[in-house]
């Protein structure tokens, strides 16, 4: 028997989920979790931003890896996947310039304006199909630029491909992270020689793009003796969505929303549809598998009421503020995607601002869940102009998928049929990619088969 390990890293949390096939399913174990999040500390311009602290998530990492040995299940290979467009900057030792900045860090508000004075947004778009986001890797780079940090810079890794490197010693560049930066080109599925020269930025930090399924390498020495074992690294899709979406039992041209701190909307192409329509939409082209596409849009998320609940001290459930959402109905409409609610001081004062009274929890909690299902609702909507298609299905994954009365919202917003689950999409689909790596399945599709007889798939 073979076991595989997914690393699954997000804004607030990371996981290690242990897994194996048997009798034609796939069955998972959670072993190892702990904590993350962005903290206020000194950036390489000497000023304080909003940063990752990368050494404490790699040793998060080996202790996650040293406990597979413990409990026994020593995987065959393992796969990292987090976030999009954050990275860390190498010099010439190999060692990290300045750490790794957080994309919610105000940082590129010096650098938008540069950027689009040298390439306007449209060209942009037109050539890479990533719809403007303040915190695309393309602006913050430009922040590096100016500091002098790209100076001393001989290559740049996306933050999975940068733990895989700390793992191997080997450095790969993961194409469908790549695309989130803003600067692979759509129709080559290459770095953009254009963008890349335009803006000055350093040639030789953008390397050949690898595939997920791709073997990076093997464990050091080093990283062997303390973890116990040697295994290979594989490369899922290292961007989290990318992950999520492979393990959404699809079928056909089903849309989805990928459920987590982030709500991700969208749907499978073939190519890149980067029509004036899709960007005025608010749609995005970031890189699949075999250089298909997610067309798809990026929605606040559940963030907002991460944050609350962060700022009543944790002290409700996300069970209990639906529970509580669910006997506080109000009809305060608003647009969950105002830049307003990217990163504020406080998210609680930002919402009865935008509503002009003081909310109760409950309250409060259904206004973020009721405007977070209307925006499924206008994206869908945009989505089929953009297509030219007519859905009646949408599959709900991730975290979010648990979420009753979000899912209720959603139904009544949409009118569409919801299917929901896996719940720990992105493990799974990072798992899903090692395995075909490996050669336990034989392609994705057989992978989607496997997921929808080994985990719950609901259907409102």
Same mark, same amino acid.
């Given at each position: 028997?073979?076991?595989?390990?997914?690393?699954?890293?997000?804004?607030?949390?990371?996981?290690?989920?242990?897994?194996?096939?048997?009798?034609?399913?796939?069955?998972?174990?959670?072993?190892?979790?702990?904590?993350?999040?962005?903290?206020?500390?000194?950036?390489?311009?000497?000023?304080?931003?909003?940063?990752?602290?990368?050494?404490?998530?790699?040793?998060?990492?080996?202790?996650?890896?040293?406990?597979?040995?413990?409990?026994?299940?020593?995987?065959?290979?393992?796969?990292?996947? @987090?976030? =999009?467009?954050?990275? #860390? *900057?190498?010099?010439?030792? /190999?060692?990290? &310039?300045?750490?790794?900045?957080? +994309?919610?860090?105000?940082?590129?508000?010096?650098?938008?304006?540069?950027?689009?004075?040298?390439?306007?947004?449209?060209?942009?778009?037109?050539?890479?199909?990533?719809?403007?986001?303040?915190?695309?890797?393309?602006?913050?780079?430009?922040?590096?630029?100016?500091?002098?940090?790209?100076?001393?810079?001989?290559?740049?890794?996306?933050?999975?491909?940068?733990?895989?490197?700390?793992?191997?010693?080997?450095?790969?560049?993961?194409?469908?992270?790549?695309? @989130?930066? =803003?600067?692979?080109? #759509? *129709?080559?599925?290459?770095? /953009?020689?254009? &963008?890349?020269?335009?803006?000055? +930025?350093?040639?030789?930090?953008?390397?050949?793009?690898?595939?997920?399924?791709?073997?990076?390498?093997?464990?050091?020495?080093?990283?062997?003796?303390?973890?116990?074992?040697?295994?290979?690294?594989?490369?899922?899709?290292?961007?989290?969505?990318?992950?999520?979406?492979?393990?959404?039992?699809?079928?056909?041209?089903?849309?989805?929303?990928?459920?987590?701190?982030?709500?991700?909307?969208?749907?499978?192409?073939?190519?890149?549809?980067?029509?004036?329509?899709?960007?005025?939409?608010?749609?995005?082209?970031?890189?699949?598998?075999?250089?298909?596409?997610?067309?798809?849009?990026?929605?606040?998320?559940?963030?907002?009421?991460?944050?609350?609940?962060?700022?009543?001290?944790?002290?409700?459930?996300?069970?209990?503020?639906?529970?509580?959402?669910?006997?506080?109905?109000?009809?305060?409409?608003?647009?969950?995607?105002?830049?307003?609610?990217?990163?504020?001081?406080?998210?609680?004062?930002?919402?009865?601002?935008?509503?002009?009274?003081?909310?109760?929890?409950?309250?409060?909690?259904?206004?973020?869940?009721?405007?977070?299902?209307?925006?499924?609702?206008?994206?869908?909507?945009?989505?089929?102009?953009?297509?030219?298609?007519?859905?009646?299905?949408?599959?709900?994954?991730?975290?979010?998928?648990?979420?009753?009365?979000?899912?209720?919202?959603?139904?009544?917003?949409?009118?569409?049929?919801?299917?929901?689950?896996?719940?720990?999409?992105?493990?799974?689909?990072?798992?899903?990619?090692?395995?075909?790596?490996?050669?336990?399945?034989?392609?994705?599709?057989?992978?989607?088969?496997?997921?929808?007889?080994?985990?719950?798939?609901?259907?409102?």
């Amino acid at each position: 028997m073979r076991y595989y390990l997914a690393i699954d890293i997000g804004a607030s949390s990371g996981r290690h989920i242990v897994s194996y096939l048997q009798d034609g399913k796939m069955i998972t174990e959670e072993i190892y979790r702990f904590q993350n999040g962005p903290k206020d500390l000194k950036g390489y311009d000497g000023e304080t931003h909003l940063m990752w602290e990368p050494e404490r998530l790699y040793q998060e990492i080996l202790n996650g890896l040293k406990k597979a040995c413990e409990i026994g299940k020593v995987p065959y290979s393992v796969g990292i996947d @987090t976030w =999009g467009v954050d990275y #860390a *900057l190498l010099d010439e030792n /190999d060692k990290a &310039i300045g750490s790794v900045y957080c +994309y919610r860090d105000e940082r590129t508000q010096k650098t938008i304006d540069k950027v689009h004075g040298i390439l306007p947004y449209d060209d942009l778009y037109a050539k890479t199909g990533i719809q403007f986001a303040s915190f695309n890797t393309v602006y913050q780079l430009m922040h590096d630029k100016d500091t002098g940090r790209m100076d001393k810079a001989t290559s740049m890794l996306m933050l999975p491909d940068y733990f895989h490197f700390r793992l191997t010693g080997v450095k790969k560049q993961e194409y469908t992270n790549a695309t @989130t930066t =803003g600067m692979v080109n #759509a *129709l080559t599925h290459k770095w /953009d020689e254009e &963008i890349i020269e335009k803006l000055g +930025y350093k040639k030789e930090l953008f390397g050949e793009l690898a595939q997920p399924g791709t073997v990076v390498g093997e464990f050091t020495d080093e990283v062997a003796a303390f973890v116990g074992y040697k295994a290979k690294v594989v490369l899922p899709a290292t961007h989290d969505t990318a992950s999520a979406v492979l393990a959404a039992p699809l079928d056909g041209q089903t849309p989805y929303i990928s459920s987590g701190t982030w709500s991700l909307l969208g749907v499978e192409q073939n190519q890149a549809v980067t029509l004036k329509s899709a960007n005025e939409a608010g749609y995005s082209n970031e890189g699949s598998i075999k250089y298909t596409f997610r067309l798809q849009k990026n929605i606040m998320g559940l963030w907002m009421i991460q944050q609350v609940r962060h700022e009543l001290d944790d002290a409700y459930s996300f069970a209990e503020l639906a529970k509580m959402a669910s006997e506080n109905v109000v009809d305060d409409l608003f647009d969950v995607n105002d830049q307003k609610f990217l990163a504020p001081k406080s998210m609680i004062d930002v919402i009865n601002e935008t509503v002009g009274r003081k909310l109760s929890v409950g309250e409060m909690a259904y206004v973020i869940y009721n405007n977070l299902a209307r925006e499924y609702d206008n994206s869908v909507k945009a989505l089929e102009e953009v297509t030219g298609e007519k859905y009646e299905t949408l599959n709900i994954i991730g975290g979010g998928s648990k979420n009753g009365l979000l899912n209720e919202l959603t139904k009544k917003w949409t009118g569409l049929k919801i299917v929901t689950g896996p719940a720990e999409g992105t493990a799974i689909g990072n798992l899903l990619m090692q395995m075909v790596g490996c050669g336990d399945l034989q392609d994705v599709q057989a992978g989607r088969r496997i997921i929808k007889n080994s985990f719950d798939i609901n259907e409102l």
